[in-house]
């Protein structure tokens, strides 16, 4: 079931940001008529539930950001002090942000117990006869002067080289400097076979209009002699066409559409207005057989991204299955 409006405005939970603090400030602005009178413009149970959460967060956070302030009066020769306490988005927000910055385990290597491991690794890393980290490491668990709490792993301490956590540096290793980095593979699809699914017409996704239809092939079990199947569904009926194909080949589907094509002569743009597929090298040539056409034609799913075919795919496990 497809859904449209399926989207919040504010997830429950989340902290407070500056903005809401600012509004806080506005909404729990008072009338004094002393230092024990405060009379809020709203109650915290409605500014809870103007910000979407829970009352004790408003009743902490007003806490946190709440200040004295003194007020002068002068009446004669006399000067008259009076006390009163309000809320700071200002101050809320300083208290907010120096608790987050103390929050959270503290790492390894900033702990007074690490620092006896950090001095045996830079002794025996820069000896003249250096270990590797993984010999540091293994050394150091057998080591009953050492705390097996503060030991890393060998990753950890790898990457505590890379950071300059410690005295020794990549030069200073055997084989770290002459090893080649590994590469990083981007899943990017290299592949342009034809228009993308981003170019397709809006009216698709509705599946209020009949004619826009799903691709694929299916292929059976190659030992077992099972045969291959082209899979055409339509987006709004769900409606599965099923094609005994001769193969997987880009030429066997392109013939089967031209086939398709032919018998249905001036209709067949009328019913395939659009065809959705995959980035396969079965309908790297489809678009020779059905050419581009304004709002009309052959569009590409992204890579790795099965779910824009999703009723073909839910089709084909069905049939998968029979």
């Not at 400030?25 to 009379?39: H, I």
């Not at 101050?91 to 503290?106: P, W």
């Not at 050492?146 to 060998?154: A, F, G, M, V």
């Not at 839910?314 to 299955?321: G, H, P, Q, S, V």
Request: proline share 3%.
């Amino acid at each position: 079931m497809t859904q449209i409006e399926n989207t919040t405005n504010h997830i429950r939970g989340k902290h407070l940001t500056k903005e809401n603090r600012v509004s806080i400030e506005d909404w729990t602005r008072f009338n004094s008529t002393g230092p024990d009178d405060l009379v809020h413009v709203l109650s915290n149970r409605q500014i809870a539930r103007l910000l979407n959460t829970s009352p004790q967060t408003i009743n902490n956070e007003l806490k946190r950001g709440t200040v004295r302030q003194i007020s002068r009066q002068k009446q004669g020769d006399k000067v008259y002090e009076y006390q009163y306490f309000v809320y700071s988005a200002q101050a809320g927000q300083t208290v907010y942000e120096r608790k987050r910055q103390n929050s959270g385990r503290q790492p390894l290597y900033e702990q007074g117990s690490c620092q006896a491991f950090i001095n045996f690794a830079d002794e025996h890393l820069l000896a003249r006869y250096a270990w590797s980290p993984d010999q540091v490491v293994m050394a150091a668990h057998h080591d009953a002067q050492l705390s097996q709490t503060t030991i890393p792993c060998t990753t950890t301490l790898y990457n505590w080289i890379d950071q300059k956590r410690l005295k020794t540096r990549n030069i200073d290793l055997a084989e770290k400097i002459s090893r080649q980095p590994k590469k990083v593979h981007s899943k990017t699809n290299e592949k342009v076979l034809g228009r993308s699914i981003e170019k397709r017409p809006i009216e698709v996704d509705e599946r209020q209009e009949f004619g826009h239809w799903e691709i694929d092939s299916v292929v059976g079990q190659r030992e077992g002699g099972d045969l291959n199947l082209l899979t055409l569904t339509e987006r709004k009926t769900r409606y599965e066409e099923v094609i005994l194909i001769q193969g997987k080949e880009s030429c066997y589907v392109n013939q089967t559409i031209a086939t398709l094509k032919y018998e249905l002569g001036s209709k067949f743009e009328d019913i395939f207005k659009t065809i959705t597929a995959d980035n396969g090298s079965e309908f790297s040539e489809l678009t020779k057989v059905v050419p581009d056409r304004e709002n009309g034609g052959i569009y590409y799913a992204h890579p790795y991204a099965s779910y824009e075919r999703g009723s073909n795919e839910r089709n084909n496990k069905i049939l998968r299955r029979v």
